[in-house]
């Protein structure tokens, strides 16, 4: 088993020039996306709306902060096509 790693370019929809790239893992069975605290930018360019209890894979409940309005580019994927 090997891992998905694609590039992802997140911009602020209020302020598109306020964008970060980042590269980041493909989890194909997911339903949500999740950027890690950590990302380089995130505080300058996202605004936090509310936090969430989530619960991971391994059934852990973990707390998260919700944070938008947002759009993302998924390299190789163009607007309003879906994949397949």
Do not use: Y
């Not at 390299?75 to 994949?83: D, S, T, V």
């Amino acid at each position: 088993m090997g891992r998905i790693l694609t590039h992802v370019t997140i911009a602020n929809a209020l302020d598109p020039a306020r964008e970060i790239g980042c590269e980041v893992l493909v989890d194909t069975g997911a339903w949500g996306t999740h950027a890690a605290a950590g990302v380089e930018g995130a505080a300058r360019v996202f605004q936090m709306t509310r936090t969430v209890e989530m619960v991971t894979a391994d059934q852990r409940v973990v707390c998260g902060k919700v944070c938008g309005p947002v759009t993302i580019e998924i390299e190789g994927l163009r607007a309003g096509c879906r994949a397949r």
